[in-house]
């Protein structure tokens, strides 16, 4: 069945640092989505990408999403604390409103 | 508008016991999906239901059921509960568009 990696599974950086996080498939993508789900918490949507090559940002969280439609990336600039989390990509079976979730990247940020 | 509930929020039950869980979703929202969180296996999608019918179901074994009522509302079982079981249980409702909203989740443990 289709699988969706994430890598790395988890980065610590220090606070100001930049951080990527590179979503995986092996098969094409219809779309992308990206949730944040912090510590406790529940996955919380972040954006989705649905074209080849799209690129979105969100303040200091960049976007992209491959030209084959096979891979993605969320960039942050100069993380902060509240930034601490774990983020999920996500391909969205919208006839179904189902979604296969990658394996998720857990990023902790020190002040 | 109130977000996604889930109750209980938490949950111990006893191997070989059913549980039942209760999700209520964002106001005119028809669409109700249902995730397990483990450690060890991610985010996987249980099932959806829309307009009280389910219309796509995960691999799961039948011991996981569930059902959605004219007002929306959706109830997940789980019987015969096996240790394995153990696990977050996010609902996340749609209005038929892309995202999806979670509920904070019912956090199951079997002993």
């Known amino acids: 069945g289709q699988q969706v990696m994430q890598i790395p599974q988890y980065q610590h950086v220090q606070e100001g640092e930049d951080f990527t996080t590179y979503c995986n498939s092996s098969t094409t993508l219809s779309n992308i989505q990206w949730y944040k789900q912090r510590p406790g918490g529940h996955p919380v949507f972040l954006i989705q990408l649905v074209k080849s090559g799209e690129v979105k940002k969100q303040k200091r969280l960049t976007f992209q999403f491959g030209e084959a439609k096979k891979n993605s990336s969320l960039h942050i600039t100069a993380t902060q604390t509240t930034d601490v989390g774990t983020y999920f990509c996500?391909?969205?079976?919208?006839?179904?409103?189902?979604?296969?979730f990658g394996t998720g990247t857990r990023l902790l940020v020190s002040p | 508008k109130a977000g996604v509930t889930q109750t209980p929020r938490y949950l111990i039950k006893t191997r070989g016991q059913q549980v039942t869980l209760s999700c209520s979703p964002i106001s005119g929202h028809r669409s109700v999906s249902w995730y397990q969180q483990t450690p060890g296996q991610g985010l996987q999608f249980l099932f959806e239901?829309?307009?009280?019918?389910?219309?796509n179901k995960g691999n799961f074994p039948g011991r996981f059921s569930g059902r959605q009522f004219s007002n929306s509302r959706s109830e997940m079982n789980v019987s015969t509960l096996e240790l394995g079981d153990s696990a977050l249980y996010l609902c996340a409702s749609s209005a038929g568009r892309d995202e999806q909203y979670f509920g904070p989740g019912t956090r199951l443990t079997v002993t």
């Open positions: 996500a391909e969205m079976n919208t006839g179904f409103q189902k979604l296969v």
């Open positions: 239901y829309f307009s009280e019918t389910q219309r």
